[in-house]
């Protein structure tokens, strides 16, 4: 099984930072990506910014200039600092990851975190 430890939701103003960490443990082989969603009430979860391995970054347009994720792959935990939040940006943040497992064979599965609360105000 793998782990995902988030931290770091809350409450902002609008104009503000959060930042998100999201820590994996357990029978990690390798990751391959790490990334965030959101839900918010009524729709459906999207996805926000993923990493691969190889530092490749993906981002939803709507969040492009204004959050940054990163890795540290020695830790194997994902950022996510969030800026110029929006009230739109509401939402529970979901924390995905992509790894290979240690058992025999290798296979490759997806973990979802328990997600984090992130509530902007105008």
């Known amino acids: 099984q793998v782990q995902l430890a988030e931290s770091g939701g809350g409450l902002a103003q609008a104009g503000g930072s959060l930042r998100l960490s999201c820590a994996a443990s357990?029978?990690?082989?390798?990751?391959?990506?790490m990334g965030w969603y959101r839900q918010a009430p009524g729709e459906q979860r999207e996805l926000v910014a993923s990493?691969?391995?190889?530092?490749?970054?993906n981002y939803a347009d709507s969040v492009k200039g204004r959050f940054t994720i990163s890795r540290d792959n020695a830790k194997n935990t994902v950022y996510l600092q969030m800026n110029s939040l929006k009230p739109e940006d509401t939402a529970v943040y979901y924390c995905?990851?992509?790894?290979?497992?240690?058992?025999?064979?290798?296979?490759?599965?997806?973990?979802w975190g328990q997600g984090t609360q992130v509530t902007v105000s105008s």
């Open positions: 990493i691969t391995s190889d530092g490749t970054t």
């Open positions: 357990g029978s990690i082989f390798s990751i391959k990506s």
């Open positions: 995905q990851c992509q790894a290979i497992r240690t058992t025999f064979p290798r296979v490759t599965l997806s973990d």
